[in-house]
Every structure is written in C-alpha cells, then in structure tokens.
C-alpha cells in the first residue's frame, strides 16, 4: 500500500507539470487564432497565479477537513476540467474565465501533495519527486508540437493535457482508501511525540504568520522561486541581446537550465538523507551564485557563460524540495499544513513579480543586469535560510535543556 500510493503520487507530479509550459508553447498560434496581442499572454498567467495563491493560502484548511487524499483527487479534476475548457474556448476571455479553476486546483494540489510527502516520505522522494515535475513540465511542449503539426491545433494539446488529467483523476479518486491506509501504517507524529490523529487543531493564517521563522522561510522560498522563475524567462534573452550568441544556441542552453534542474533533483535523491535538508539548501544557493558569476564573467568566449547557465540549473535542483521537506522538522508537524500553504503563495508571488520587474529593470539598465540579479536573489535565500537554521538550533537547544 505504502508503495501504491507513492508511485500514484509520482504520476501526480508528473501531472502537476504538465500544463505549467503549455501557455508559452502554444500561445504563438493562440493569441493569433484569438486575435489578440502577444503580450495578453500575461493576463492569463496572472489569473492562474492570483488562483494558485488563493488555494494554497486556503489548503491548511481544506486538507485538515478533507484529507490530502481528496484535496489533490479534486484539485486535479479542477485542473482538468479548465484544460478541456482551454480546448473549447473560442475567446480570449473564455480562456480567462477558465484559468481561474486551473490555478485554483494547481495550488491546492501543490500544496497538499509536498505536505503530505514531507510528512511521510524521506527527503530523497521529495527531490525525486520534483524531478517527475520537471519531467512533466518538458513533455508538454512536445505534446503541444505534435498538435500543432499535426492538425490538432493548440485547442487538441489541449485535450490530450485535460484528457490525461481526468484519467489521473479517476486513479486518484480509486486510490482514495490508500491514503488512510498509509497513515495507519506510518503514523505521523504530533509536536508533543505521540501518533497524530489526523484531525489537528486548524492553524489559522495570522498564527502561522506569527511562528518564528516563517517569515525567514516564506523569503527564502520568494528568493528562489523569483530567482528560477526569471532564468526560465530571460536566460535566452540575455544570451542573444547581452552577448551575442545566436539564436539557437541561446534556445539551447536556456533550456539545459531547466535539465539541470531536472538532473539536479534526481541526483541530489541519493544524496538527500544522508545529506540533510540544510547543507542541500546552503549548497544550492552557493552554487547557483557561482553560476551567476560565470554567467558574468566579461570574457571573450561564451563558453563559460553557457555552462555557467547549466551550473546555476543544478544548484537550483535541490533547494525547493528541501525546503519544503524541512517544514515539519523546522515548524511542527501541527503548522506544516498551513506553513506549506504559506511557503506556495510566496513561491507563486515570487514567480509571477520577479520576471516582469527583470523585464523593467533590463530595459532600464541593460540586459548585462541578468546574472546579478540572479546572484542578489541566491543571495537573499542563502542570508535568509541561514538565519532560519540558527533560530532552529538554538530552539531545539532551549527545548533540550528544559528537558
């Protein structure tokens, strides 16, 4: 059972994934069937964001009333009923209407899926995991391509997206008794060392705002997410304005940043429980920087440059997982719920404003900006994670001597 369930929730990663690349694939064909400018593509984005903000902020809730087990069979029949929806909509705000159940579903089931695996699950499937996710994410535009070669069009990527969601749907739905299951078989236990009984005391927001040290974590997640994020985005873009490299090669090289991420989380899977959630943390803020500094290093070939973008990719790797496996060592097993929750919207918020600011402040200053502003933001998760683990350490020693 234990066993079941996990391999059903690695599928449900690599179903988390896939729709996250399908706007920026398809939107090329999209926004001209559609008839509106390239740019909109933005409108519908921040619609998804503002829903996966709002649901995760609420998911502390929801799971404590639901299950996790349910929240995520729901949440992912959210996201395929808005995919279906994409695939039927003839208008730019038929799409806007329906990105408001996709991002709703997408926070929800992000949220309680990396609770419930931080919970019960080593570290090692965590970074694993996120790996499926990343695999997730790289098949979609191939799907994408197909439709669009093919004479689906994008409306058929679509369908195939929304119809493999509702399959998963269905498993989930079946695999409902497995949850429970493996709670009995591996209980959780609560912050006082006694077996949990599922049904915890619900934290509210202002009080897990007020736990010592969220505020450090929900920074350090807003740094690292805002900081992949922008590399997705504009790493091409840097490559081709800021240094010249041709165009494909950029294409290339900005996209190994995401295979890196992907390489990066399997590997850093073996390493992770004998590692620990903190040196993995501290080492990938510290290699990301160093890949800042060979993105900018004024030198005559591209070369260092272009495996800079790899290096920055790897270091990226380990630290969402281990951040997200760390919050119920770090804060309770009671608040991790309502912590994780937290942790997404600052992830979402990060991801949806550090991209377009990139955008304003390259046009102000220069695209030669790109890898510093990738270092101010390893930087800042690197001071603010660092900050966390002290106050830890000197909770669990306070906690140890009144023992």
Not at 268 to 288: E, K, S, T
Not at 307 to 331: D, E, K, Q, R, W
Not at 385 to 398: F, G, K, T
Request: aromatic content about 10%; overall charge neutral.
């Amino acid at each position: 059972m234990y066993s079941l369930l996990l391999a059903i929730i690695y599928v449900a990663f690599v179903s988390l994934g896939l729709p996250d690349s399908l706007v920026g694939a398809g939107w090329p064909v999209m926004h001209e069937d559609l008839g509106v400018p390239v740019a909109f593509a933005g409108f519908i984005t921040m619609i998804i964001a503002v829903g996966t903000i709002v649901s995760s902020l609420g998911s502390e809730r929801l799971t404590r009333r639901f299950g996790a087990g349910l929240v995520t069979a729901v949440s992912v029949g959210l996201t395929a009923a808005a995919l279906v929806g994409f695939s039927f909509s003839g208008s730019f705000v038929a799409l806007c209407l329906w990105a408001v159940p996709y991002g709703l579903g997408a926070g929800a089931v992000d949220a309680a899926l990396n609770n419930y695996v931080a919970l019960h699950y080593a570290a090692r499937h965590m970074n694993w995991l996120h790996s499926f996710w990343g695999l997730g994410a790289s098949i979609s535009p191939f799907i994408m391509s197909y439709a669009l070669t093919s004479g689906l069009d994008w409306t058929g990527g679509y369908l195939v997206v929304g119809a493999t969601q509702a399959v998963l749907t269905v498993a989930l739905i079946a695999a409902l008794p497995l949850w429970g299951k493996v709670n009995q078989t591996h209980p959780h236990h609560d912050d006082d060392g006694e077996p949990g009984t599922g049904h915890r005391a619900h934290v509210p927001l202002r009080q897990a705002l007020r736990i010592p040290g969220v505020t450090l974590v929900i920074s350090a997640f807003f740094a690292y997410c805002a900081l992949e994020s922008t590399a997705i985005l504009w790493a091409s873009t840097y490559l081709v304005t800021g240094r010249g490299v041709d165009v494909a090669t950029a294409a290339a090289f900005a996209s190994l940043f995401l295979l890196g991420i992907t390489t990066g989380r399997f590997l850093a899977g073996f390493l992770a429980d004998r590692v620990g959630d903190r040196l993995l943390i501290r080492g990938g803020f510290l290699v990301v920087a160093l890949g800042a500094l060979m993105i900018a290093l004024p030198l005559p070939t591209d070369v260092l440059a272009l495996a800079g973008l790899v290096v920055a990719g790897l270091g990226c790797a380990p630290v969402y997982p281990a951040i997200i496996h760390s919050t119920p060592a770090n804060f309770g097993r009671r608040s991790s719920q309502a912590v994780i929750g937290i942790q997404m919207a600052a992830a979402y918020t990060g991801s949806t404003l550090a991209p377009p600011l990139f955008g304003v402040l390259s046009t102000w200053i220069g695209p030669w900006v790109f890898p510093f502003f990738l270092a101010v933001l390893a930087a800042l998760g690197l001071v603010m994670s660092e900050r966390l683990n002290r106050l830890v350490a000197r909770r669990d020693r306070a906690a140890l001597s009144a023992a």
